[in-house]
């Protein structure tokens, strides 16, 4: 047994341990420690609660562990979340995301995950390109909502589940003044890392308040734990946010928030492929991405029938590629080498409303909503459209209700339905007829409070995905395009069982566990088929996915402990071999201390990944260790100033990940200077 699954293994069983026998402690005191476990989740459901009450598998990420993780990507916050990584290799335009099983490199999987920037739904698909363009130095908060029940509110087809990015906001810098400074400087060492970000925060009225943000980030290639280049690793990316909040009406409870941001990066000679290295040669390549979300809160104090949240959004994505260095005279036909612009633009309006119904031992939540939503998908190169990438629109309609029925404060129950009316029109002008579906998915989910100590959780969910553009329109000279294809149906459980203690081993500290099983078996999947004379794709036999999650965290005054524990299993029905999207099995560790008089935060991060097998493809497990230092000087020259070290790959270890497409990044240290400013 390898030092890897020796540690999976132990970490079960302590795990399994803690919740079964932890129980000469209880949580019926008011802990003034919170844990990761403890924070408050907002998309999750009409009624905020922290993430350890919610009868789903939730995970919120926060601004301090950004901030520690020194990320260079956005997908490497998700280390310490269970069930979920980044896929697509260390490249910056190569990312996209893997929930449950759910997401590989060669297949479109960004229609299975939802992905909103304050509400704005993103999406993009393009052959070895990824699906999310951003930084993380942008976001203040992530939540990731994972497992089908999160398609009642977010839309049909969110069959791995969601990831919500929240952007910083003004009143995260101002406390004690109206205006605010902050800056930030980064280096890594492999790759010769260079980041720089400022952000200035100003009070502009009593109601009125505005932040704007400017990052920008270059590196060179990184090395692997050989120290050998991966190629094509190098970029350089320009950021900003605006975002303002206006607050009015009576205790101002009204609000007018209003956010856009901007990514952009511009190389040439870079890598064509993004998601792994292949010999497809170079390009120059400009890639852009836009948000716009406004939003409008208004919960109508005094009338519990009304408390609206309306988001009207515009995302809009375009990538152009020119000068591809691939074969000589490669574009004598629309091709991929072709000088190209590929795009999607999205605006969409979501208009939901929340009624609170309260009785004498029961309170009710009942939350109705539509959400309307026009997409359109460009490409174009030099000689013409690219029938295996067609353009075309893609409009929506959803309406959605959830009630959340809590009695005596211990028992909730959550049904919950949406229905979906999607149109998908080619633009191609190969005329081929529109497609049209009504996806339907319903829910019911039960979350008991058994005591103060000990909770159980379980939700049954039926998923409906449309097929995308891409799938019904795309052919060639050889395959035709697929207008039969039948949506793919999720039909998910998932049981779990929560704990939440005090005064474990220090006086009012407190350790949080969450544990989830979850099954999910999928019909009628779609798969790209590449026989001639066939459809570009078609509808292939089931596919069952079944799993174990176990997050869990300890704080005290002194210490803080993070697990993430994620065992995932999945088999093709047809050759019941691994799906190629099933991850290997993993653990994150974060072990840390606190010296508050010092202003100091340092710890360890371990990640050990299982070996595992795709047929005839095998993956090694391997073992990552970190080390990392905050320290914000109480006094001195040096107060107000934080230093942030990393250590990241301490004994430089060679791996791959089975779904990143090359190898992981070698030995690196990561170093951060930031300064607040409040006047």
């Known amino acids: 047994m390898t030092n890897c699954k020796r540690a999976l293994l132990s970490a079960t069983i302590l795990t399994s341990i803690t919740v079964i026998s932890a129980n000469s402690v209880t949580a019926q005191e008011t802990a003034t420690t919170g844990t990761a476990l403890g924070r408050i989740v907002l998309g999750a459901g009409a009624d905020s609660t922290v993430a350890i009450d ?25 280390e310490m979340v269970p069930g979920v990584q980044a896929i697509g290799s260390g490249r910056v335009a190569g990312e996209s995301f893997n929930i449950r099983g759910i997401g590989a490199l060669g297949s479109a ?65 101002l406390t004690d003044t109206d205006q605010a400074i902050r800056t930030r400087l980064s280096y890594g060492s492999n790759n010769d890392e260079l980041a720089a970000s400022v952000i200035f925060a100003n009070r502009l009225a009593d109601n009125l308040e505005a932040l704007v943000a400017l990052n920008y980030r270059e590196a060179g290639n990184y090395s692997d734990g050989d120290g050998n280049d991966v190629g094509g690793s190098e970029f350089d990316s320009l950021s900003g946010l605006i975002k303002t909040r206006l607050s009015f009406g009576d205790d ?21 492929s993004q998601t792994g290295t292949l010999g497809f040669g170079t390009v120059d390549r400009d890639v852009t991405d836009d948000t ?21 959004s515009y995302s809009n994505t375009q990538v152009e590629q020119s000068d591809a260095q691939f074969l000589a005279g490669a574009c004598t036909a629309a091709s991929l080498f072709c000088d190209s612009n590929y795009g999607y633009e999205t605006t969409s309006l979501k208009v939901e409303n929340t009624s609170t119904f309260t009785g004498e031992n029961s309170e009710t939540f009942v939350t109705t909503g539509i959400q309307l939503s026009h997409q359109d998908r460009t490409a174009q190169t030099d000689a013409g459209g690219l029938g295996y990438h067609p353009e075309g629109t893609d409009q929506r309609v959803g309406i959605y209700a959830q009630a959340e029925y809590i009695l005596n404060d211990r028992l909730t129950i959550i049904p919950g339905i949406r229905t979906d009316f999607v149109s998908l029109e080619d633009g191609t002008g190969s005329s081929f007829d529109d497609h049209s579906e009504v996806a339907v998915s319903p829910k019911i989910a039960v979350h008991y409070e058994i005591d103060n100590t000990y909770s159980v959780f379980g939700s049954l969910a039926q998923t409906q995905r449309v097929p995308t553009m891409d799938e019904i329109f795309s052919f060639d000279a050889d395959e035709p395009n697929s207008p039969d294809l039948t949506m793919e149906t999720a039909n998910s459980a998932e049981l779990g069982l929560s704990a939440s203690y005090l005064n474990v081993a220090a006086h009012n500290d407190a350790l949080d566990v969450k544990a989830t099983l979850y099954y999910s078996e999928i019909d009628d999947l779609i798969s790209r088929d ?112 934080t230093v942030g070290f990393r250590l990241n790959n301490v004994l430089d270890t060679q791996y791959e990940n089975s779904l990143a497409g090359d190898a992981g990044q070698g030995r690196s240290f990561e170093v951060s200077l930031t300064r607040a400013f409040e006047f």
């Open 54 to 78: 919610t009868p789903q598998a939730v995970t919120v990420i926060n601004a301090e562990e950004i901030d520690r993780e020194q990320a260079t990507t956005v997908g490497e916050l998700f």
């Open 109 to 173: 999987d960004e229609s299975r995950i939802i992905i909103t920037v304050d509400g704005a739904a993103k999406f993009y698909e393009q052959y070895r390109l990824g699906s999310f363009f951003s930084d993380p130095e942008l976001y203040r908060q992530v939540e990731v909502l994972r497992g089908p029940a999160s398609s009642t509110l977010y839309g049909s087809g969110a069959l791995g589940g969601v990831i919500n990015f929240e952007t910083k906001d003004a009143s995260d810098f």
């Open 252 to 272: 101002m409870a009204q609000s007018l928030t209003a956010s856009y941001t901007r990514w952009n990066s511009e190389l040439d000679d870079t890598a064509y």
């Open 292 to 312: 716009l979300a406004i939003r409008y809160e208004n919960p109508m104090l005094g009338n519990d029938l009304l408390d609206l949240d309306v988001v009207l």
């Open 530 to 641: 590449s026989t001639a004379g066939t459809a570009y794709y078609e509808n292939v036999d089931a596919a069952k996915i079944y799993g174990l999650e176990v997050e869990a965290a300890y704080q005290s005054d002194a210490f803080f402990a993070r697990a993430a524990y994620s065992d995932v299993r999945g088999k093709d029905d047809a050759t019941g071999e691994t799906l190629s999207s099933i991850p290997g099995r993993s653990l994150n560790l974060t072990v840390g201390t606190q010296a508050n008089e010092l202003g100091m935060q340092y710890g360890w991060q371990g990640n050990f990944v299982d070996d595992i097998n795709y047929g005839a493809t095998r993956y090694s497990g391997y073992a990552v260790h970190d080390l990392f230092v905050d320290w914000t000087p109480q006094q001195g020259v040096m107060e107000g100033i």
